[in-house]
């Protein structure tokens, strides 16, 4: 089983985001060491915990210009999907599945932080986004046109958005 573990490699300089994503990793661990007679409840809490973890990424998206429809926002979606489709059939009495998720969440995590994160935390950074507040104090800094990418250089055309915003 690949068991992830919290390190500054994870960490976007965003210290409500790191917050979040240092409580998903600490829930994930749970889960990961949790007994056939836990696992399912350590399991529900993560993925009660991802669904708020991924609403307020998704909430910091449309406040500063993501479209609904955004690679980011979808792979929260698939992922948040998935982990409840896991419940179901752990709630039928499949617990290994559960586990095979907790590895696979535990791989996918670090590249999802390293990448889509923390393109996310530069944007909101540049903009300069209040995550606690919800206020932008540099509306001039938002892309003119939504970002449908996933915010990143790598990820679409769309994605240059945030950058050409930032240097205009």
């Known amino acids: ?10 960490a976007l300089d965003l210290p409500l985001m790191d917050h979040t994503h240092r409580e998903f990793v600490d829930l994930l661990a749970t889960v990961e060491q949790a007994d056939d007679a836990s696992v399912l409840t350590t399991w529900k809490a993560l993925v009660e915990h991802t669904d708020h973890h991924f609403a307020q ?16 926002s979808m792979q929260h979606k698939v992922v948040l999907q998935v982990m409840r489709e896991g419940t179901q059939r752990a709630e039928q009495g499949d617990l290994k599945v559960l586990r095979v998720m907790a590895s696979e969440l535990a791989l996918w995590f670090p590249q999802h932080a390293q990448s889509m994160d923390a393109a996310l935390a530069l944007h909101l950074r540049r903009v300069g986004f209040d995550p606690a507040s919800g206020v932008v104090h540099a509306p001039q800094a938002l892309p003119s046109e939504l970002i449908h990418g996933c915010g990143g250089a790598t ?7 945030p950058q ?3 240097t205009a």
């Open 1 to 10: 089983m690949a068991q992830l573990e919290w390190s500054d490699a994870l």
């Open 57 to 72: 990424e998704d909430d910091w998206m449309a406040s500063t210009r993501f479209a609904s429809g955004n690679c980011h």
């Open 155 to 161: 990820c679409s055309d769309e994605a240059s958005a």
């Open 164 to 166: 050409a915003a930032a």
